[in-house]
């Protein structure tokens, strides 16, 4: 089983509906993100947890919230979707310890479609 | 501001040909660098990196990178490609001394090899 799981890995939804992407992690770590990627555009940090009571806005928050219910649980959602939040999302984990130089752990993405 | 360039959206190889992706950072002060290669359908996992230990870094499946200080860069070489290297790699940096959340990905460099 995959150390960072992300559900669900596609879904096709319509303009205003309400979307959650889930991610669990069995790694660990307090550290979990969540990262949007565009083509040409690279990976852009949309929210970031440190912990369960540490909530921090990444580059590209509005339009979305998270929730962290567990150290091992880091959940996104879209309160009313558009169609430009069409993206793959990932979840991703790291460890405390490494600060800066530590590595981050995917998940396998989430790819959303908004029609 | 801390940021990163890829040199090149798309480079083509032939099977057994070196490979050389290119990575430019700006800072004046060395960040942490990293290589991540994402294959298909799947999330990113790190190739190697670098932090501040020795310039030449090796990395998974044959791959190294050096940094370079007086030119800013740090490319991904590979002396021979192989078929199973054709992936989306991307090139990250984090201001030395912040966390995890600050780093910074390229915009990243698909790898195609020709039989």
């Known amino acids: 089983d995959a150390d960072v799981t992300q559900t669900p890995r596609n879904r096709i939804t319509k303009t205003g509906k309400r979307i959650m992407l889930e991610c669990s992690q069995t790694k660990g770590h307090d550290r979990m993100y969540w990262y949007r990627q565009d083509p040409g555009l690279g990976l852009r940090l949309i929210y970031y947890?440190?912990?369960?009571?540490?909530?921090n806005k990444g580059e590209i928050s509005d339009g979305y919230s998270v929730s962290r219910q567990a150290q091992a649980k880091f959940s996104l959602s879209l309160e009313s979707a558009i169609p430009n939040q069409t993206a793959l999302y990932f979840c991703a984990t790291s460890d405390l310890r490494q600060g800066g130089a530590g590595e981050l752990f995917f998940g396998e993405g989430s790819r959303l479609t908004v029609l | 501001a801390q940021s990163v360039t890829q040199l090149g959206s798309h480079v083509s190889v032939s099977e057994g040909a070196l490979v050389l992706l290119r990575c430019n950072y700006s800072?004046?002060?060395?960040?942490?660098l990293f290589w991540y290669v994402q294959y298909p359908n799947q999330g990113l996992q790190l190739l190697l990196k670098y932090t501040s230990a020795a310039t030449l870094v090796k990395g998974i499946n044959g791959f190294e990178a050096e940094f370079k200080k007086s030119e800013t860069s740090f490319h991904l070489t590979k002396p021979s490609a192989h078929m199973s290297d054709a992936a989306e790699y991307f090139c990250a940096v984090t201001p030395l001394g912040s966390s995890a959340s600050k780093i910074i990905f390229g915009s990243g460099t698909r790898l195609s090899i020709r039989p």
């Open positions: 800072s004046s002060v060395p960040p942490y």
């Open positions: 947890s440190f912990d369960v009571k540490d909530i």
